[in-house]
């Protein structure tokens, strides 16, 4: 009988909250675009769509823009300046590790694991941020939601796509989910992930990540190395922060 403990080889981390601290560029970035488009700032209307844009923290970029804004062409539109905006922001030095990230990913790997590192973000954005943070070559793979097939979270296909691509595992319970929002969660839930970590390093809280599916919840990413050394397969408790 195969041991699940030892055989959780995929890892499936997200970035912005969970790898990567942005210090709010995305209220930043999407400010700036929705001014563009003729939101003003101030008005009940702008404060709607950031309160909506906080609440969808970790879902596919253009699907926010979809609900925002109405119509394809205007939400294309949207997309468009707000990643944009956030490369400008990336550019200009606003974003840095989560403490203990990258020597996260260095010891899964060294461990024999596959790491892949997902996003909500369009794959210019994405590349944007491994750019600025000297990640290129940190992970054994990199995915947007353009990569599996246009849907991001709170979809299964980003994960999926990890599992298929990699190969790393021969059993979607043998996979290891972690991120920083509900939407994180629900992704690795329906996608039948054995391990599904939030972290408390970003846009939700501990209440949201148990109510949408984690297994487990950590302070940051920096445990998630004990996590899987230490928990048994059949854990569904949170951890300690």
């Not at 970035?15 to 560029?25: F, H, R, W």
């Not at 606003?94 to 973000?121: C, K, N, S």
């Not at 599904?196 to 390093?201: E, F």
Request: charge should be negative; charged fraction near 25%.
């Amino acid at each position: 009988m195969t041991d699940r403990t030892t055989a959780r080889n995929l890892i499936v981390l997200d970035m912005a909250g969970t790898t990567v601290a942005d210090g709010g560029l995305v209220e930043r970035a999407f400010e700036r675009a929705a001014e563009q488009l003729g939101v003003e700032p101030g008005s009940a209307d702008h404060a709607a769509k950031l309160r909506y844009v906080r609440d969808t923290m970790g879902e596919s970029k253009i699907s926010v823009f979809r609900h925002l804004f109405g119509t394809e062409e205007l939400a294309r539109s949207a997309n468009s300046a707000f990643e944009q905006a956030y490369a400008e922001l990336v550019d200009g030095g606003l974003v840095a590790p989560l403490p203990g990230a990258r020597e996260t990913v260095e010891e899964l790997r060294a461990d024999g694991r596959t790491v892949v590192l997902t996003t909500g973000f369009a794959r210019v954005t994405q590349d944007a941020i491994l750019d600025a943070l000297g990640w290129r070559d940190l992970a054994d793979l990199t995915l947007c939601p353009a990569d599996a097939g246009g849907r991001g979270r709170p979809y299964p296909d980003m994960v999926l796509a990890a599992f298929l691509r990699t190969g790393a595992v021969a059993d979607v319970r043998d996979v290891v989910v972690a991120g920083d929002t509900a939407y994180d969660m629900l992704s690795g839930r329906r996608a039948g992930a054995g391990v599904v970590a939030g972290v408390l390093t970003g846009a939700h809280d501990r209440a949201a990540l148990d109510a949408h599916g984690a297994t487990h919840v950590l302070g940051s990413i920096a445990g998630l190395p004990r996590l899987l050394a230490e928990a048994p397969a059949s854990a569904s408790s949170p951890e300690p922060a």
